[in-house]
């Protein structure tokens, strides 16, 4: 497809559990974004990466978090130990290298319900 | 520390105009302003952006001010469908990260 895709589109965990989500950006773009948003709350950004660097980290809210890219397009975000505070709707974003004038286009995010 | 300053709601007759104001009163030179709607809680949809001069496209014009402390998203013909929460960026200058700073953004119900 032509849009940023994201997988699962929904996922129920135990508490305790490892969770798993995965983003395909839009083909060529070299920037991505994750972003985290909690029921009735705004967007709050985990992590950012050119390429498959990571020069910024600095929303990822605790070492449970963390993330990867692979070959310059999909990325995984890894979730540990998940907490019910971790529950929220987590949106992947993408966008040509991250230069001010290039929009960023997002996905329809993965809903992650942790019980 | 989002960067602009939006009025939490607003209501908009069906079929009128709907003018979104966004103020960005640190805003750089070379820092371009987005807009973007989120309805409930889908991924946010790209909307427009501008630098300097006012901007339009199939869903929207962006009027911003000549000192470029503030903008105005219109829809021109506002329905239903439009009703949303619209998010008015600016991106923060380089500094290793061109990250997005989403603020609480603008509740738009149009009215029927």
């Known amino acids: 497809g032509a849009g940023v895709s994201q997988s699962p589109s929904n996922k129920v965990t135990e508490k305790g559990k490892d969770v798993e989500l995965r983003c395909d950006p839009i083909s060529g773009h070299t920037a991505l974004y994750w972003y985290r948003q909690r029921l009735g709350q705004g967007l709050e950004f985990l992590i950012y990466?050119?390429?498959?660097?990571?020069?910024?980290k600095s929303g990822l809210p605790s070492d449970r978090f963390s993330a990867e890219r692979t070959g310059e397009s999909v990325s995984t975000l890894t979730i540990q130990r998940t907490q019910q505070e971790d529950s929220a709707v987590y949106l992947c974003a993408s966008s040509l290298a991250g230069f001010s004038g290039n929009t960023i286009y997002f996905g329809e995010g993965s809903w992650l319900t942790v019980v | 520390d989002a960067k602009t300053t939006q009025p939490p709601s607003m209501d908009c007759a069906e079929g009128r105009a709907a003018n979104l104001p966004c103020n960005h009163s640190t805003i750089s030179g070379n820092e371009y302003v987005y807009w973007y709607r989120q309805i409930h809680s889908q991924g946010p949809q790209y909307i427009i952006h501008?630098?300097?001069n006012n901007e339009t496209n199939e869903m929207a014009s962006l009027i911003i001010t000549e000192d470029r402390k503030s903008s105005t998203l219109i829809l021109p013909h506002a329905t239903l469908r439009d009703t949303a929460v619209y998010y008015c960026?600016?991106?923060?200058?380089?500094?290793?990260?061109?990250?997005?700073?989403f603020g609480t953004g603008t509740r738009l119900k149009v009215l029927a």
């Open positions: 990466f050119q390429g498959n660097s990571a020069p910024d």
């Open positions: 960026i600016v991106r923060l200058p380089y500094s290793g990260t061109y990250k997005y700073i």
């Open positions: 501008g630098l300097k």
